[in-house]
């Protein structure tokens, strides 16, 4: 499997680290790159993550066979309307956003009758820094890759994309947008929410300054999300705001059970909860070091 040209839009930490991967493991000859901001596109090509710079992202896709959409999930649909002239049946499109339903519904919206070319695509990685100087080529080896077709993603681009990420060294697995959205607003998009939650609620008091500098390794390790890209995060959470929203529900009334216990000072009952947790973390430890995450 050899592509002639990548088209990369969007060359930051993860469009420019899917670059030096592909280059990395001899999988594509050229790749055209294209960032809203320029200086990111020139920053790309004097770290080698690019070949050319493409002046929008049109032209970032005229003569690729393979393109990866690596903006910001709110800016999705714009870039699929952008690009839709250029799109043909034999070329492959994946995105890796970490939302699903919404980029399905931007694609359909964007591409009609050439939806097909798009494999939506979410790689589980990431580092609390963001930007093209951070990307590094193997960002994605040994880590799961979550691909969501839809009945109109065409069967060779799906096998191609399932082939592309296993030759970067990716767990490749397979879900519907709609599974996927529901599960990562639990393991992913709340715990986000609630390291926010966490700093914004201790910083608002008197004695935050106080408080933070007796901090130790356990709240570090909590709170290390929290660091994330702000604007990135707001986007993903607005998208999938009905999980998201669901699971906020689902740990209220969970917190709202541990509260009771305490306020009733039934320690017995809260120990059992803790117990049960602590079981359930111990297994899932177990469990995700069996398989590349």
């Known amino acids: 499997m050899m592509f002639e040209q990548l088209g990369l839009i969007g060359c930051g930490l993860m469009g420019g680290s899917f670059a030096l991967a592909l280059k990395k493991a001899g999988l594509v000859k050229r790749v055209v790159g294209y960032s809203k901001s320029p200086t990111t596109t020139e920053r ?4 080698g993550i690019i070949d050319v710079e493409a002046p929008s992202a049109l032209l970032a896709v005229s003569g690729s066979d393979l393109v990866l959409i690596a903006v910001p999930v709110a800016a999705t649909e714009a870039t699929f309307r952008s690009i839709k002239n250029l799109v043909t049946p034999d070329m492959l499109i994946m995105d890796v956003g ?5 980029v399905v519904d931007a694609a359909r919206a964007a591409l009609g009758t050439q939806v097909g070319s798009f494999v939506p695509a979410h790689p589980i990685t990431g580092r609390e820094v ?3 100087e ?3 080529a193997d960002l994605y080896a040994g880590k799961q890759l979550i691909l969501t077709p839809t009945e109109r993603t065409w069967t ?6 399932d082939a592309l990420w296993t030759a970067l060294g990716c767990s490749v697995r397979r879900m519907s947008p ?3 959205d529901a599960a990562f607003a639990a393991v992913s998009h709340l715990p986000h929410l609630l390291a926010f939650t966490l ?9 935050a300054r106080e408080f933070l500098s007796l901090a130790g390794p356990g709240f570090r390790d909590f709170t290390r999300i929290a660091a994330s890209d702000p604007t990135m995060w707001r986007d993903i959470m607005m998208a999938n705001r009905t999980e998201l929203l669901a699971q906020t529900e689902i740990f209220k009334q969970t917190l709202g059970a541990l509260e009771s216990m305490i306020t009733s000072g039934n320690g017995d009952a809260l ?6 947790a602590s079981q359930a973390r111990a297994r899932w430890h177990m469990s995700s070091h069996k398989s590349p995450q």
């Not at 060779?156 to 994309?161: F, S």
């Not at 120990?271 to 049960?276: A, D, I, Q, R, T």
């Open 44 to 47: 790309a090509r004097q770290m």
């Open 98 to 102: 970490s939302t699903k339903r919404d």
């Open 130 to 132: 963001s930007g093209v």
């Open 134 to 136: 951070h990307a590094v």
């Open 156 to 161: 060779a681009q799906l096998e191609m994309a």
């Open 178 to 180: 709609d599974a996927h």
């Open 199 to 207: 700093i914004s609620s201790i910083s608002s008091q008197s004695e």
């Open 271 to 276: 120990e059992g909860v803790l117990k049960l």
